[in-house]
């Protein structure tokens, strides 16, 4: 569990779904870009809000598109 480099290919993919979601759903987008990431290969989940930011098991994420990826991060409960 570390906070993930910003040239990761899973940060990349995941800030591309941000981004799509900044248009479609701007302050639910803003709040999910405010994340800061981070890698956990024990999560059963894709990913997983927390206090502390975004957690992300790359091998799950990896294995979702972009489109299937934003409906997972839209699922988070990031509105506090």
């Known amino acids: 569990m570390s906070k993930a480099s910003p040239d990761h ?8 779904a941000i981004i799509g979601i900044l248009f479609s759903k701007p302050e639910t987008g803003r ?4 994340l800061e990431l981070h890698s956990d290969t024990t999560l059963r989940e ?7 930011g ?3 098991n790359s091998e799950r994420v990896k ?3 972009r ?3 934003a409906e997972l991060l839209l699922t988070l409960d990031v509105e506090q």
């Open 9 to 16: 290919p899973i940060v990349k993919a995941i800030q591309s």
């Open 31 to 34: 709040r999910l870009a405010a």
């Open 46 to 52: 894709g990913v997983q809000f927390s206090d502390e």
């Open 54 to 56: 975004l957690w992300f």
């Open 63 to 65: 294995a979702l598109t």
């Open 67 to 69: 489109d299937e990826l």
